[in-house]
């Protein structure tokens, strides 16, 4: 046995070529196990193809069926030859809203109560909690995502494609330059933020607006699918319209008579996206999959005013349990459809989509899923009744902000300090602080500056509340609160709420991780996090490499510029 020094440069280099090979073989060998559990689901050619489309921020006026003076074309007619969701729901914010579609279960089940999933938190969508896409995977689907995530990535096996999907373009953060993809999260926190599947997408990167850039793959995706001998999910969710407000110039001279500039361009946004759709709807029709999908459109919250977002005639915004936070924009267009051209006033919410697109594709909802969801086709395809009759909007057990909120104000059954909102029926609970509740009426935005209000509309008369009551059929814009008029019915409702709070999970919501910088990846936002059995099985896989190949073919570097010497043993007799 002799020694020989090799420069640590080159020995490292030659290992991460070496893994990324043997990467490239496990996915490669992964990929094949998977297509021979395609083939032993077979389509039956009854499962519809699924093209659910999320957008981001658009708010409830923001569409021209709902007289926006913003034009939408493409949206207002598949939604008028298909069905508009006109009691429709989600969640305040990008994240929670995202969990519930991908799961099918309330906040407080997934212990993603509070907030939204940042950046530099070791926090992802629970890895025990399964996914839309796997259950359509089961069933046989081709499983496809493009755009935002949103839903954490601090270690690998929070990535879309280790959640169901077989492929992933996009982001992974909840917002980005539309034209650099790059995100700054604070002074040095700033990073890389496109994907594909789960490697920076530098090559695929053009330099282009994203709501391009992701409609153009969605169709190179629907190109080289072959829709008659596999069902297709594919899930496009928009970075549009988030902030920051950027657009392509020639959409904003559409909107020369907005003087206010932050309305001018989300108008030019939305428009961007309406076309967009519009080349999504003919790319369906020409490559033969039209006839047999479900298209889903849903915003994924409210919009925000102070971005040029508008919910008017709801109250409140973007992160508040107000209307004009949870009641989105929203239909189902499709062939299959039986009552086409009408409104779905039943009550649907974004965690039914699970059950109901599960079911529609042929798959299997098990009892230990314990979804909060139900399967509401039937209310929207047939106008029938909805099995849903509550929502419980959220419980946040850390949000507890209502100075005056108390035991005694909640008739000892709950604390009203506790930010919570929960419909029954007719009825709207809210507890704690609800979030910004003025209504900001259209006119708003006829001057420079939001804060410039054609008539004021400011809630000063409930300033010291903790508990709000409405029945929001007879009352949709919130303005009579009937707490003091009907306090059995809140006793009812906050016997509800208490009800919820007993089967919920410990909040994940950890703190801020260092190691998330995107300076200690490559200038990439990406996973960052190691448990101690992904340490080991790396450093396994590392030492069987380095062993193997110096076992099998002999290795002789150069000898010189040894800055730091690591010794390589070679057995008697190699060559």
């Not at 926190?189 to 090559?203: H, N, Q, R, S, V």
């Not at 108008?267 to 999504?280: G, K, P, R, W, Y």
């Not at 809140?490 to 994940?508: D, F, G, I, S, W």
């Not at 150069?558 to 800055?563: H, M, N, Q, T, V």
Request: charged share 20%; net charge positive.
């Amino acid at each position: 046995m002799f020694i020989v020094w090799v420069p640590v440069s080159l020995l490292l280099g030659f290992i991460i070529s070496q893994t990324w090979s043997i990467q490239m073989s496990w996915d490669n060998w992964k990929a094949e196990q998977h297509n021979r559990g395609n083939e032993l689901h077979k389509p039956s050619g009854s499962q519809p193809h699924i093209v659910f489309i999320l957008v981001d921020d658009q708010g409830f006026r923001d569409v021209g069926y709902h007289g926006s003076e913003i034009k939408t074309p493409a949206l207002d007619r598949l939604a008028a030859q298909g069905v508009k969701l006109e009691n429709y729901y989600v969640q305040p914010l990008c994240s929670p809203s995202r969990s519930q579609l991908m799961t099918g279960r309330y906040q407080i089940h997934t212990g993603l109560q509070h907030s939204i999933i940042r950046a530099t938190q070791p926090n992802c969508l629970p890895l025990e909690n399964v996914t839309l896409p796997q259950k359509l995977r089961d069933a046989g689907y081709s499983t496809h995502m493009v755009g935002k995530w949103h839903l954490g990535f601090y270690k690998r096996g929070c990535l879309p494609t280790q959640r169901g999907f077989d492929s992933f373009f996009g982001s992974l953060l909840g917002s980005g330059d539309y034209y650099s993809h790059y995100k700054c999260e604070g002074p040095g926190m700033c990073g890389y933020d496109l994907y594909e599947g789960e490697e920076a997408a530098w090559e695929q990167d053009r330099g282009l607006y994203s709501t391009v850039m992701f409609t153009r793959k969605a169709i190179n995706i629907l190109a080289n699918h072959d829709p008659h001998r596999q069902p297709l999910f594919l899930y496009l969710a928009y970075q549009a319209v988030h902030s920051p407000l950027q657009v392509p110039a020639r959409y904003l001279e559409r909107y020369k008579g907005i003087p206010n500039l932050n309305r001018r361009k989300y108008a030019a946004m939305v428009s961007c996206l309406d076309e967009a759709i519009h080349n999504l709807t003919v790319a369906l029709k020409r490559y033969g999959y039209y006839d047999n999908t479900v298209i889903v459109y849903s915003s994924d919250n409210g919009g925000q005013p102070l971005a040029g977002g508008s919910n008017w005639p709801l109250r409140g915004s973007k992160a508040t349990y107000w209307e004009g936070g949870i009641r989105a924009v929203g239909f189902v267009h499709s062939p299959l459809l039986v009552n086409k051209g009408t409104k779905c006033r039943s009550l649907v919410h974004i965690t039914d989509w699970f059950p109901t697109l599960v079911t529609l594709g042929e798959g299997t909802i098990d009892e230990h899923l314990n979804l909060d969801g139900y399967d509401v086709w039937e209310a929207i395809s047939e106008g029938l009744p909805s099995p849903r009759q509550d929502i419980l909007h959220n419980i946040d057990p850390i949000y507890i902000k209502a100075k005056n909120g108390s035991w005694k104000a909640g008739y000892g059954i709950w604390n009203t300090a506790v930010q919570a909102a929960l419909r029954v029926g007719h009825w709207k609970l809210l507890t704690g602080v609800p979030g910004y509740s003025d209504w900001v009426p259209p006119q708003t935005f006829s001057y420079q500056r939001l804060a410039t209000r054609w008539h004021n509309e400011r809630v000063r008369w409930d300033r010291g509340k903790s508990l709000w009551l409405f029945n929001i059929t007879a009352d949709p814009y919130e303005r009579v609160d009937l707490s003091q008029r009907f306090p059995h019915i809140v006793k009812k409702m906050l016997m509800r709420l208490a009800q919820y709070n007993k089967t919920a999970v410990p909040v994940r919501y950890p703190a801020k991780d260092l190691r998330s910088n995107p300076q200690y990846n490559g200038g990439v936002w990406g996973p960052w996090f190691k448990d101690e059995r992904e340490r080991q099985e790396e450093e396994e896989r590392d030492n069987h490499l380095f062993n193997n190949h110096i076992g099998h073919h002999g290795f002789y570097p150069r000898l010189d510029r040894l800055s730091v010497r690591v010794p390589v043993y070679y057995p008697t007799g190699s060559t």
